[in-house]
Antibody, heavy 119, light 110 residues
């Protein structure tokens, strides 16, 4: 079954870090890129960045540069997104999504991971 | 404020047709393909249209997409109550070197 399974919800304090995992199955992992998209409560979608599962190349949204790191583990077909120096406005549902053609077209999504940042 | 501009809401009666617009710039919609997503409450987005007008397998032909210049449009015919959702357009912005989404449009089927 082709799917992306994300790790569970997290509650973090301001200044902490969070690492969300996205385990893929049912397709050749290295053939597709993985993007991360987040959605704050009641808000729209925000593209965070992209990682090539083939060679690990990354492209991060400028506003997150320096705070976000995306990695992959080809041995387990899993992608990871780590966000550091968390702030309250990082509270959101974080989605991993498989890129279809290399643009902003994501044909497969995880169910999302709620990250709550609160003191 | 989103790089791509969508109307906050649209509405139409069951069985009717609705269109949702997405306005961008020469570096966004004018320079790359547009995708459209449907997000039902409490669920992950679902790809409806990619490459401006192509439908993934399993998406009914009630959904269509088009692009002209720096704007794109999603069309939905034969509206059903199950189509009530938020709809987002997305594309790559070459000047930002980043993916960008519209702010989303809430569709109400009256």
């Amino acid at each position: 079954q082709v799917q992306l399974v994300q790790s569970g919800a997290e509650v973090k304090k301001p200044g902490a870090s969070v690492k969300v995992s996205c385990k893929t199955s049912g397709y050749m992992f290295i053939s597709y890129g993985i993007s991360w998209v987040r959605q704050a409560p009641g808000q729209g979608l925000e593209w965070m960045g992209w990682i090539s599962a083939y060679n690990g190349n990354t492209n991060y949204a400028q506003k997150l540069q320096g705070r976000v790191t995306m990695t992959t583990d080809t041995s387990t077909s899993t992608a990871y997104m780590e966000l550091r120096s968390l702030r309250s406005d990082d509270t959101a549902v974080y989605y991993c999504a498989r890129g279809l053609t290399g643009g902003l077209d994501f044909d497969l999504w995880g169910r999302g991971t709620l990250v709550t940042v609160s003191s | 404020q989103s790089v791509l501009t969508q109307p906050p809401s649209v509405s139409a009666a069951p069985g009717q047709k609705v269109t949702i617009s997405c306005s961008g710039s020469s570096s966004s919609i004018g320079d790359d393909f547009v995708s459209w997503y449907q997000q039902l409450p409490g669920t992950a987005p679902k790809l409806l249209i990619y490459d401006n007008s192509r439908r993934p397998s399993g998406i009914p032909d009630r959904f269509s997409g088009s692009k002209s210049g720096t704007s794109a449009t999603l069309g939905i015919t034969g509206l059903q109550t199950g189509d009530e959702a938020d709809y987002y357009c997305g594309t790559w912005d070459s000047s930002l070197s980043a993916g960008v989404f519209g702010g989303g449009t809430k569709l109400t089927v009256l």
